[in-house]
T-cell receptor, first 112, second 116 residues
C-alpha cells in the first residue's frame, strides 16, 4: 500500500528566503506525482505535475524534482512571499493504489 | 475555461439522513474523482468515474456511492449519515485516463458537509 509522508509538517520563514519542502513515498512504481497548494477552507490548486519519466518541472519560482529510486520529491520555492503562505500537499498516482495518495501536507507561513 | 464546480458549497445534515453532492468537471474532461478530507485522516480517495463507469474505488463503506452522467457531471451520495462523515468533499477532473491512471487532476472548491 502506497504511503506518502511530508516533512516538515509546519514551517515558518521570513519573506525572501528560498525553501525546500520534502515528500517521500514508499512504492516507487508511481505514474506521476503532483504538488498542490491549499488555502484555508478552499480546494486544491495544482502547482506542478511530474511524470514518472521526468526528473523535474519548473513553473515560475517553483521547481519540483522527482527521484523514484529513492522515493522522494522536493518542492523548491525561490524568493518566498507572504502570498505563498498555504498548506502544500504532494500526491502520488500509482504505486499499488487507486486514485491519488496524499501526504498530510506542510503548513507554510511566510512572515512579512 | 471554467474550472471544476461543486454544489452545494455547504451542507448541514443530521445523523441518519442522506445527502447528494454534485460536481461539474472542466469542459471536455471525462474523468471525475471524489476525495474526502478530514483533519485526522487527511485526503482520502473515494472513487473515480470515466465515461459513466466507476473505474476505481477507495476503501469506504457502501454508504458512499456515486454516478456519472453522459455529460461527465458526477454526483456522490452518502446514505445513513454518521457524525464521522463530517468533512470537506472534493471533486477533481482530468482530461483522460491512461490505463489505470488519470492525467493531471484539477480540483473544485469542495462541499463542506457537517453532520449533527
Amino acid at each position: 500500500k502506497q504511503e506518502v509522508t511530508q516533512i516538515p509538517a509546519a514551517l515558518s520563514v521570513p519573506e525572501g528566503e528560498n525553501l525546500v519542502l520534502n515528500c517521500s513515498f514508499t512504492d516507487s512504481a508511481i505514474y506521476n506525482l503532483q504538488w498542490f497548494r491549499q488555502d484555508p477552507g478552499k480546494g486544491l490548486t495544482s502547482l506542478l505535475l511530474i511524470q514518472s519519466s521526468q526528473r523535474e518541472q519548473t513553473s515560475g519560482r517553483l521547481n519540483a524534482s522527482l527521484d523514484k529510486s529513492s522515493g522522494r520529491s522536493t518542492l523548491y520555492i525561490a524568493a518566498s512571499q507572504p502570498g505563498d503562505s498555504a498548506t502544500y500537499l504532494c500526491a502520488a498516482s500509482g504505486g499499488g493504489a487507486d486514485g491519488l495518495t496524499f501526504g498530510k501536507g506542510t503548513h507554510l507561513i511566510i512572515q512579512p | 475555461k471554467a474550472g471544476v464546480t461543486q454544489t452545494p458549497r455547504y451542507l448541514i445534515k443530521t445523523r441518519g439522513q442522506q445527502v447528494t453532492l454534485s460536481c461539474s468537471p472542466i469542459s471536455g474532461h471525462r474523468s471525475v474523482s471524489w476525495y474526502q478530507q478530514t483533519p485526522g485522516q487527511g485526503l482520502q480517495f473515494l472513487f473515480e468515474y470515466f465515461s459513466e463507469t466507476q473505474r476505481n474505488k477507495g476503501n469506504f463503506p457502501g454508504r458512499f456511492s456515486g454516478r456519472q452522467f453522459s455529460n461527465s457531471r458526477s454526483e456522490m451520495n452518502v446514505s445513513t449519515l454518521e457524525l464521522g462523515d463530517s468533512a470537506l468533499y472534493l471533486c477533481a477532473s482530468s482530461s483522460t485516463v491512461t490505463g489505470r491512471f488519470t492525467t493531471e487532476q484539477f480540483f473544485g472548491p469542495g462541499t463542506r458537509l457537517t453532520v449533527l
